[in-house]
């Protein structure tokens, strides 16, 4: 499955997005603005999940990480025409202890 990120965009074909229950819990507990983002990040990343700006975390190609927004880090699987959202890491800049200037 390598090099399927190299000219995906050319095809209309959008992976069908589902999300573990953890990642759904997180998921809905953002506020209407984060959830906006994640969501118009999400529906991108549908059309082109090896992006070149998502990377392998896993053994083969199917099991990726991206930062989706600056403050959403998304870990996923790809698999058979769909993009399983497995877990969300989200900052809030609240609890930073040293913030830069």
Known sequence: ?????????LH?????VL??????????????VRRAALDKAVGILARDP???????????????????????????MVSRGRLLLVMLRIFDDKDILLPEA
Do not use: C, K, W
């Open 12 to 16: 209309d074909e959008v992976y069908e």
């Open 50 to 76: 090896y992006t070149e700006v998502s990377r392998s975390i896993g053994v083969g190609d199917q099991d990726r990480e991206i930062r989706l927004t600056s403050q959403i880090v998304a870990e996923y």
């Open 19 to 32: 999300y573990t229950e953890p990642a759904a819990r997180d998921r809905d507990r953002l506020d209407p």
């Open 1 to 9: 499955m390598t090099g399927q990120g190299e000219g995906s965009m």
